[in-house]
């Protein structure tokens, strides 16, 4: 089963950057489409980002698109999320997921906070 431990939060200005990282241990990364989530204070679970097992396909959420790029690096086992003119709304614990070919993001990791300050 795979482990997942996500990485490059922080404390940024808006309009400024961070990546975040997902590493992968226990199993292949490329056995699986990986997605990225986000939670803010007091609100749901979002969907903000997914990729393909071969890294070409990627889907966005409106809110981040054209601002976010997802990316892959099957031979390091990791995944990246390159977040450019963050905004204050941006701020959110940001997890990364698997999914093994069920369809579904079964393995979470724990999460890394990302606070945006207006």
């Known amino acids: 089963q795979v482990q997942l431990v996500e990485s490059g939060g922080g404390l940024v200005q808006a309009g400024g950057s961070l990546k975040l990282a997902c590493a992968a241990s226990?199993?292949?990364?490329?056995?699986?489409?990986m997605g990225w989530f986000r939670q803010a204070p007091g609100q749901a679970r979002e969907f903000v980002a997914s990729?393909?097992?071969?890294?070409?396909?990627?889907v966005y959420a409106d809110s981040v698109k054209g601002r976010f790029t997802a990316s892959r690096d099957n031979a390091k086992n990791t995944m990246y999320l390159q977040m450019n003119s963050l905004k204050y709304e941006d701020t959110a614990v940001y997890y990364c997921?698997?999914?093994?070919?069920?369809?579904?993001?079964?393995?979470w990791g724990q999460g890394t906070q990302v606070t945006v300050s207006s």
């Open positions: 997921a698997g999914d093994k070919g069920s369809g579904l993001f079964d393995y």
């Open positions: 990729i393909g097992w071969s890294g070409i396909k990627t």
């Open positions: 226990g199993d292949t990364l490329s056995n699986y489409r």
